[in-house]
């Protein structure tokens, strides 16, 4: 059964970077399309960037294109997510979830998830 830790989310001004990192046990990461998703309150869960597992390949929402950047490490289990130049509007709490595909997919396919990280962007 795999199962996801997240980390790295906190407080920061308009304009600062933060990295969130989303931790693997129980399984390899590397068989999974792993999507990061937020969710800000009153508002539903958003898909916002995603790694396919065939090719690391990347997609990302237009909101944070350009910003924000998913990585993974499958020596270390782990997918990342990098957010530069980080606005008001990107306070969430941040999830990341993997599907056992080759590709990302849509939100309810995804099987597994965190527990997720608030990200507060304010000065």
């Known amino acids: 059964q795999l199962r996801l830790v997240e980390s790295g989310g906190g407080l920061v001004q308009p304009g600062g970077s933060l990295t969130l990192s989303c931790g693997a046990s129980?399984?390899?990461?590397?068989?999974?399309?792993v999507g990061w998703f937020r969710q800000a309150p009153g508002k539903e869960r958003e898909g916002i960037s995603c790694i396919h597992s065939i090719d690391s390949s990347t997609y990302s929402e237009d909101s944070v294109k350009g910003r924000f950047t998913i990585s993974r490490d499958n020596a270390k289990n782990t997918v990342y997510l990098q957010m530069n130049r980080l606005k008001p509007e990107d306070t969430a709490v941040y999830y990341c979830?993997?599907?056992?595909?080759?590709?990302?997919?849509?939100?309810?396919?995804?099987?597994?998830w965190g527990q997720g990280t608030q990200v507060t962007v304010s000065s």
């Open positions: 129980g399984s390899t990461l590397d068989r999974y399309a």
């Open positions: 979830a993997a599907v056992r595909s080759q590709f990302c997919s849509t939100l309810d396919a995804y099987e597994y």
